[in-house]
């Protein structure tokens, strides 16, 4: 989820980027509907909305552009995270991972430390995929 509220807040940085290769089709972006909720809890905190002039037409926007291309999803039930409240997002790259290997891209800490942990779950931060999908 943080990396989807800095994308929306600040349409610029390594969040902003992998965000813009979604959109342009390059790669998928699994949600599940607690990620969903969350993202609107906190884009709706008011030193959010206070501090960045956010429009309501623009949380609609970024959150159609999730509905229309993103894909859906639930979790598996799991207790891997250190932060109990993380265990959602690890659940929910454990569910995409059965069938294929996939990138879980984060910026949370808790969830880091689960790196190499989780079979066909890659877990890595904005700046190491871009420099991975770079070729650096």
Known sequence: TNVLVRAFLKQSGSDWLVFERFLQGEIELIYSQEILDEFLKVVSYPR???????QKTQTEVFVGGLFEYGILKRPIKTKLCRDMKDNHVVGLAIAASKREEIWLITGDKDILELKGEIK????VTPQKFLAVGDGN
């Open 48 to 54: 959010i909305r206070k501090r960045i002039k956010i």
């Open 120 to 123: 066909n779950v890659e877990i």
